[in-house]
């Protein structure tokens, strides 16, 4: 069966699940200025975060390869 890659299908793989909270530290910058997490690999895209950052944050949106959230803390 044919998946459109611009689906906003969930991959129950993700180690993260949407909802939930998770205290990381922003490794990177991406190229629309959030900031980059890692969860066990999974990358998350952290609004209103820089490197160094280490917040709190939930899970608002997950992909089949990353995930959006925000900042809690």
Do not use: C, H, L
């Amino acid at each position: 069966m044919f998946r459109d890659s611009y689906s906003n299908d969930r991959d129950s793989s993700a180690p993260i699940k949407e909802g939930q909270e998770y205290d990381v530290k922003i490794e990177d910058t991406g190229r629309d200025g959030d900031g980059i997490a890692r969860i066990e690999g999974f990358v998350v895209f952290v609004s209103g975060s820089k490197v160094g950052d280490e917040v709190k944050i939930r899970v608002n949106s997950t992909r089949r390869n990353f995930a959006f959230a925000e900042v809690v803390e």
